[in-house]
């Protein structure tokens, strides 16, 4: 992109033109939720972070282009950050997000994962971005609404760092959803090469096996999706499309 717009600046274009307020309008039956980080502090590092963007629009286009409903939620609610180094990168939605009403209302004003129904949802994505490493691990309500999709017939999936959600993400009989199962997650050659192995609160590929999971890895930074039964994983930001279309690909089934 050759101009970087701030979020704030943005927002502040939203409210002006009356467009925060925009609806989606869809006939589709078929919902599904994506969670984003809340979190903005890169470790103790004093710089920022936050969610992906890519990890974001590349799964949304191709679910509503599909014809599916999306809505959009974060840890906090409110305000989902994302992280300005996507933006330094060129990418073929970047401009579509930024001139999306409906997509960029639901970013600023994302649902608190607390407040969220999971019987409203079929499938339940995590995107990425180092924030998810703080604070989707522990969180009660991921537990909560991923348990009761899958339980539900309904699919889980993560991408990149958002599979930070599946470190202990237990179904109703207290068992964690991935032990045993085959998953991508972002590697330890991916974390080495951005420099933050130190600064992470764990690495990724290695709490995968921790939590008894089978880690399936990737080439670095290339597309690698491994889809077991209804549990959807991404390695990375090329693996978000791909994610995404798999899903797709089940739900159609039903």
């Not at 629009?57 to 609610?77: M, N």
């Not at 974390?191 to 609160?201: F, Q, R, Y």
């Amino acid at each position: 992109m050759k101009n970087v717009l701030s979020f704030t600046v943005l927002i502040v274009t939203l409210l002006f033109n009356g467009l925060l307020f925009a609806s989606e309008a869809s006939s589709s039956k078929i919902k599904i939720l994506i969670v984003l980080t809340s979190h903005t502090e890169l470790g103790n590092t004093g710089k920022k972070t936050g969610f992906w963007l890519p990890e974001l629009t590349h799964p949304y286009y191709e679910f509503t282009e599909a014809g599916f409903q999306v809505d959009v939620a974060s840890i906090e609610g409110g305000m989902a950050p994302v992280d300005s180094k996507a933006f330094k990168e060129e990418d073929e939605f970047h401009d579509r997000f930024l001139n999306d009403p409906v997509l960029m209302a639901k970013v600023i004003r994302s649902l608190p994962l607390s407040e969220v129904n999971p019987d409203d949802y079929q499938a339940i994505m995590f995107a990425g971005g180092s924030g998810p490493m703080w604070d989707f691990p522990n969180n009660a309500d991921i537990s909560r609404v991923s348990a009761a999709i899958y339980e539900n017939n309904g699919i889980v999936s993560a991408i990149c760092h958002g599979t930070a959600a599946l470190v202990d993400l237990r179904l109703s009989n207290g068992k964690l959803l991935a032990e045993g199962r085959r998953v991508s997650a972002f590697t330890n050659e991916e974390e080495a090469s951005l420099g933050t192995t130190k600064i992470v609160p764990f690495l990724l590929q290695d709490k995968m096996a921790e939590i008894g999971a089978v880690h399936i890895p990737g080439q670095a930074w290339q597309e690698n999706v491994v889809v077991d039964g209804r549990l959807v994983t991404g390695q990375n930001p090329a693996s978000a499309k791909k994610a995404a279309q798999s899903i797709i690909a089940m739900l159609q089934k039903k």
